[in-house]
């Protein structure tokens, strides 16, 4: 079962799992997700299955699972402000729901963390030991707490009930199937370049950012599953990027001739953001493959055939990047 399967990363994650013969149980209440990232599942996949429904109520499904992926989760500092709520209970009771279908299934529990519960880090780059600079009182507060909540649960359920756990960091990422108005950087910048409009760079640019591709974050996230590692591992892309850089890898991959507009920097905006992924490496022998340029370029063509109505076009004109 993946929580949160109609979402941009929990989406991507259905479509790797079926493509290796597994049955997947899609929950969702869409209050971020959008359904058209898994119709194409319900039209032809018989080993697919929908469930709408919000996690932080009771969760009781029939038949056997063998992994739980909690997914669920707004993600977007343009939903702290607008559901707050939704996304502390989807933290806390979602989570909590989670783990207990896992624990009555015998099920192999994996939690998707993120950076965030590094705050805005002391330390750099961050390691999975590193706790963290957060704010508990902060706008961003209720994404970052309802992380680390979920983390704390995660690990009373795996040393009390003995459940089989995963909490893989996630770190910026980005792709196909991201909506348009969800408010973080990649997809700001892109749909702003395409329509012309100036890019809007909160603070001076000089802020940097780590950006990982769908397709390295997906396969970082099964090996994870598949293999005995129980700590926290870091899943991000550890080449780092200004603001400001990326702003302009997006207008000149597009074309465009968008304009910087500069506005002021959100309370508590992390001022960087960085992997160490010595972990990932070591237990799972992975690495991001996705250089930003290529990745860029494939997450514009996407943008750019969903304005057309038309299905995206193969990205075969990209290289692959050197382990980026």
Same mark, same amino acid.
């Given at each position: 079962? #993946?929580?949160?399967?109609?979402?941009?990363?929990?989406?991507?994650?259905?479509?790797?799992?079926?493509?290796?013969?597994?049955?997947?149980?899609?929950?969702?209440?869409?209050?971020?997700?959008?359904? =058209?990232?898994?119709?194409?599942?319900?039209?032809?996949?018989?080993?697919?299955?929908?469930?709408?429904?919000?996690?932080?109520?009771?969760?009781?499904?029939?038949?056997?699972?063998?992994?739980?992926?909690?997914?669920?989760?707004?993600? %977007? @500092?343009?939903?702290?402000?607008?559901?707050?709520?939704?996304?502390?209970?989807?933290?806390?009771?979602?989570?909590?729901?989670?783990?207990?279908?896992?624990?009555?299934?015998? =099920?192999?529990?994996?939690?998707?963390?993120?950076?965030?519960? *590094?705050?805005?880090? +002391?330390?750099?780059?961050?390691?999975?030991?590193?706790?963290?600079?957060?704010?508990?009182?902060?706008?961003?507060?209720?994404?970052?707490?309802?992380?680390?909540?979920?983390?704390?649960?995660?690990?009373?359920?795996?040393?009390?009930?003995?459940?089989?756990? /995963?909490? #893989?960091?996630?770190?910026?990422? *980005?792709?196909?199937?991201? /909506?348009?108005?969800?408010?973080?950087?990649?997809?700001?910048?892109?749909?702003?370049?395409?329509?012309?409009?100036?890019?809007?760079? *909160?603070?001076?640019?000089?802020?940097?950012?780590?950006?990982?591709?769908?397709?390295?974050?997906?396969?970082?996230?099964?090996? +994870?599953? /598949?293999?005995?590692?129980?700590?926290? #591992?870091?899943?991000?892309?550890?080449?780092? *990027?200004?603001? /400001?850089?990326?702003?302009?890898?997006?207008?000149?991959? %597009?074309?465009?001739?968008?304009?910087?507009?500069?506005?002021?920097?959100?309370?508590?905006?992390?001022?960087?953001?960085?992997?160490?992924?010595?972990?990932?490496?070591?237990?799972?022998?992975?690495? @991001?493959?996705?250089?930003?340029?290529?990745?860029?370029?494939?997450?514009? %063509?996407?943008?750019?055939?969903?304005?057309?109505?038309?299905? @995206? @076009?193969?990205?075969?004109?990209?290289?692959?990047?050197?382990?980026?």
């Amino acid at each position: 079962m #993946v929580t949160g399967g109609a979402g941009f990363i929990g989406s991507h994650l259905c479509e790797r799992l079926l493509s290796e013969g597994c049955r997947v149980v899609c929950m969702d209440n869409l209050s971020t997700g959008v359904l =058209a990232n898994v119709t194409p599942f319900l039209a032809s996949e018989a080993n697919f299955e929908y469930i709408d429904h919000d996690v932080s109520v009771h969760i009781d499904i029939p038949g056997e699972l063998d992994e739980v992926y909690h997914f669920a989760s707004a993600a %977007s @500092p343009a939903d702290f402000g607008r559901i707050p709520i939704e996304i502390l209970k989807t933290g806390a009771l979602g989570t909590h729901n989670s783990l207990g279908l896992a624990r009555a299934k015998g =099920a192999r529990f994996m939690l998707a963390s993120t950076s965030e519960v *590094y705050g805005d880090p +002391l330390v750099h780059p961050q390691r999975e030991d590193y706790r963290g600079n957060v704010s508990t009182t902060g706008p961003r507060s209720v994404y970052d707490e309802a992380k680390r909540y979920a983390e704390a649960l995660t690990m009373a359920y795996h040393r009390h009930h003995r459940i089989d756990t /995963r909490i #893989v960091r996630i770190f910026n990422s *980005y792709g196909p199937k991201m /909506r348009e108005d969800d408010g973080r950087m990649v997809p700001n910048f892109i749909r702003q370049a395409l329509l012309g409009e100036p890019l809007t760079v *909160y603070g001076d640019g000089t802020q940097t950012r780590s950006v990982q591709y769908i397709e390295d974050l997906i396969e970082g996230v099964t090996r +994870l599953m /598949r293999s005995e590692e129980t700590r926290p #591992v870091n899943i991000g892309n550890p080449v780092e *990027y200004s603001v /400001r850089e990326v702003a302009k890898m997006v207008t000149e991959l %597009s074309g465009s001739r968008s304009e910087i507009s500069y506005q002021p920097l959100p309370e508590d905006d992390p001022k960087q953001r960085c992997p160490d992924i010595t972990r990932a490496r070591e237990t799972l022998g992975w690495e @991001p493959q996705t250089s930003a340029s290529e990745g860029l370029a494939k997450t514009l %063509s996407w943008f750019a055939s969903q304005a057309q109505g038309r299905t @995206p @076009p193969e990205a075969s004109h990209t290289t692959r990047g050197e382990g980026a």
